[in-house]
């Protein structure tokens, strides 16, 4: 399937796990597509290498989602790269968890820099260059609807976060014909939270499938999202999770 031909996109934190697997399918697709990251300079450069021998244009971005300045400069080299941009993708993301007495205020700013202030500022920036037919997608947690355990609060928190901007930002620019949804995963076999890791057993358990889901699951429904067939889903809070929250 072709229908994202003509088309260019950003994925934040596209060098791994969910993130690129999203490329990857974008581009497969037709897309043209840029990813940031921090770290791993070779996975990321690997992405490109795949998004290229697929005939499509494709950039990495070397930026850190909690610096608002980086990721607004992401944005706008991402367009200039890619000639336009109709795509966006808010994946970049972070796990921060454990006793609540012990979170700090340094990991609670970091956190909702990443998972909220990004989100925000590279929507606002991707917004100045997107037309009728435009897409912003956030990668959000089934952890924003059902906590099954202690430990995840500020996670949680942030990740709850995107359902509000979501469905405000949908009413802000549904009249341009730019759609605004967000996808929320649950467990999901990546190097961040692999299927045969300590707490596995308990993932399976916790959904109703009893497995987890795989990164290309994810990017699936978001190629949906960012085609012409999900030109009348906006303001959406998708759930991909085998069931967690059923």
Do not use: C
């Not at 697997?21 to 597509?33: F, Q």
């Not at 808010?90 to 007495?101: D, R, S, T």
């Amino acid at each position: 399937m072709q229908d994202l031909i003509g088309k260019a996109a950003l994925v934040t934190g596209g060098s791994r796990g969910m993130g690129a697997a999203i490329a990857r399918t974008l581009a497969t697709r037709g897309a043209d597509v840029a990813i940031t990251y921090l770290n791993g300079m070779d996975k990321a450069r690997a992405v490109v290498a795949e998004i290229r021998a697929y005939g499509r244009k494709a950039l990495a971005i070397r930026a850190d989602s909690a610096d608002s300045a980086a990721i607004v400069a992401a944005v706008n080299e991402a367009a200039a790269g890619l000639s336009r941009l109709d795509i966006l993708v808010n994946n970049a993301g972070i796990f921060p968890h454990g006793p609540l007495e012990e979170v700090t205020p340094e990991e609670i700013d970091r956190t909702l820099a990443i998972h909220a202030r990004a989100v925000f500022l590279a929507s606002q920036a991707a917004l100045k260059h997107m037309g009728a037919g435009g897409r912003i997608v956030s990668i959000g947690s089934s952890l924003a609807w059902r906590v099954p355990s202690a430990g995840m609060t500020l996670y949680a928190m942030s990740k709850a976060a995107l359902i509000g901007f979501t469905k405000g930002l949908a009413r802000d620019v549904g009249v341009r014909g730019i759609t605004v949804n967000v996808v929320d995963p649950g467990p999901i076999d990546t190097d961040m939270n692999p299927a045969d890791g300590e707490a596995a057993d308990v993932e399976k358990a916790l959904t109703a499938l009893g497995t987890y889901g795989r990164p290309e699951d994810v990017a699936t429904l978001v190629a949906h999202l960012a085609s012409e067939a999900g030109r009348n889903i906006t303001g959406a809070s998708l759930a991909i999770d085998g069931g967690v929250t059923a």
